[in-house]
């Protein structure tokens, strides 16, 4: 079975809000919702719980993307990491270096690695516009 999904970037303006939105998308019906994290983004991914519950392939149009590369860009990416710092166990030499590559224009920003998580699951095909 193929389900068509769509995310509206419309809605989202930093990371909080898009997790809002892959709640809204993906865990309509379900009890619970995911944690603003990408590991839980990856594993919901995988599949076996909320929309993709049962679901061989997926679609998801993502509207308004470039709205939320902006929102989940550079800035949004250094304060990500920024908070990494505060927590010790997290590798505070990774975030320091991360920190420093986006600084100088470079890395990956959090959109960057939203799109590769859904790269990783070919069963999902993601359309961006």
């Not at 470039?66 to 304060?79: D, K, P, Q």
């Not at 505070?92 to 998580?117: K, M, N, P, W």
Request: aromatic share 8%; proline share 2%; charged share 25%.
């Amino acid at each position: 079975m193929t389900v068509s999904l769509q995310l509206d970037g419309g809605r989202i303006t930093g990371i909080e809000s898009f997790y809002d939105e892959v709640n809204r998308v993906f865990m309509a019906g379900e009890t619970w919702t995911l944690a603003a994290s990408l590991d839980a983004l990856d594993d919901l991914l995988r599949g076996g719980y909320g929309t993709l519950h049962g679901v061989d392939t997926a679609r998801l149009g993502w509207t308004d993307s470039e709205s939320s590369r902006r929102a989940l860009g550079r800035e949004a990416t250094i304060a990500y990491y920024a908070a990494k710092l505060d927590n010790p166990a997290y590798d505070g030499a990774r975030a320091r270096s991360a920190i420093a590559e986006l600084e100088a224009g470079r890395g990956q920003t959090y959109a960057d690695i939203v799109i590769e998580i859904f790269a990783g699951h070919p069963a999902i095909e993601l359309v961006l516009s």
